[in-house]
């Protein structure tokens, strides 16, 4: 009887041949990999508080648990997410996975402040080997499916983003802060078996349809980046698009723990429930596929943009009432419209020139990820001068400008 790696492996080979994309059973294991390796930035997020007095860190650097982890992560984008041009992708995307679980293990039996940090930016640097995966998939998938696998594989990704939190919570209550850790490591390992034996080779190993690598050095290619940038419109207006969507939504979630504290009274274990709640808006991130492989980009974005400010406007509404229920709404609402407008994104971008799908994904996703941390910053700021409904206010009329900017695409022939 063949064993459950050896049916992915086969089901996988059969339906490249057929021309069909991924199989079912590899597409949940690109999108648990890409959940669990996002994850590993948000663990350490609700934890500062039992981390930081048994590493002895004060409170003014505290911080540095968490913002050191997602600098790693934005280093990663750029340095290894590029790498999918030069380096066979199966294995790529493996090594980053062996590396984030050493890195992890390292978080785990650190006992010096020092050491805790430094594997912190190596996880974050490593868990960036989720941004190959993505792109991976897509290109093994047919034209006119590759939306929905997109899409498929981002729901895991959100779920990752969402789930954290609440599991790091709830697992460190029980078992302690090291145990968050070691659990993920274990699960990067697991997931390493598995796509050594379920992934299929990249670039030139076998007429797979994979691009061949980029030619010239690694630094060559890495400038290369900026002519990418400045030549490939499509690819600057998907940018600033999400990376003002994930700039919002970094407002909304960095200062509503702050909000259920102060307005409702939560701990940690009931902000951790309001997070779970609000992670059903990955179940928008298939439909999202199925949008943009029929050819509704820009419906599908307009509608995502004038969701999203609207979800700020009600939010601060619903918290101005008090509603519990209108905020767990509109937090869904906001999960799903942030998750169809970077599906429709992705689908955009991974439809361009082949060659350059690693480096442009790197630039996109790096664009995204720093207008993404600079949310978080503005959610502290907004919130500690003027409370929830200055945040949610301020996210109102960034997504509004936003639509603005999407307004002039509207000019453009083309959909």
Known sequence: MRTLAQSVTASTAEDANAG????????????????????????????????????????????????????????????????????????LILTTLLCAAAALAGVAVSSSAAVFLAASVAVGFCSAGAQVVVPFAAALTPEERRGRTIGNVMAGLLAGIMLARPASSMLADTLGWRAVFWVSAGLMLLLTAWLAKALPRSHGSGGDGQPKPAQGSYGRMLASMWSILLTTPALQRRAVYQGIVFAIFNIFWTAAPLMLASLFGYGQKGIALFALAGAGG????????????????????????????????????????????????FAVTLDAATQVNQVLGQRVIYSLAGEARGRMNSVYMTIVFLLGAGGSAVATLTYHHGGWWTSMLTGGVLALAALVFFATELRRPGG
């Open 282 to 329: 990955a179940l928008a991130a298939p439909l999202a596929g199925r949008l943009g492989d029929r050819g509704y980009v820009r419906i599908g974005t307009g509608v995502a943009l004038a969701t999203v400010m609207l979800s700020c406007f009600l939010a601060g509404w619903a918290a101005a009432l008090p509603s519990l229920a209108a905020l767990v709404v």
């Open 20 to 91: 069909r994309g991924l199989s079912p059973a590899l597409t949940v294991a690109c999108a648990a990999t890409c959940g669990a390796m996002v994850a590993n930035l948000y663990y350490a997020q609700p934890l500062i508080g039992l981390i930081a007095p048994e590493l002895g860190l004060g409170e003014n650097i505290s911080g540095l648990i968490v913002t050191l982890t997602q600098l790693g992560y934005g280093a990663g984008l750029l340095l290894v997410v590029s790498l999918a041009d030069r380096i066979e992708n199966r294995r």
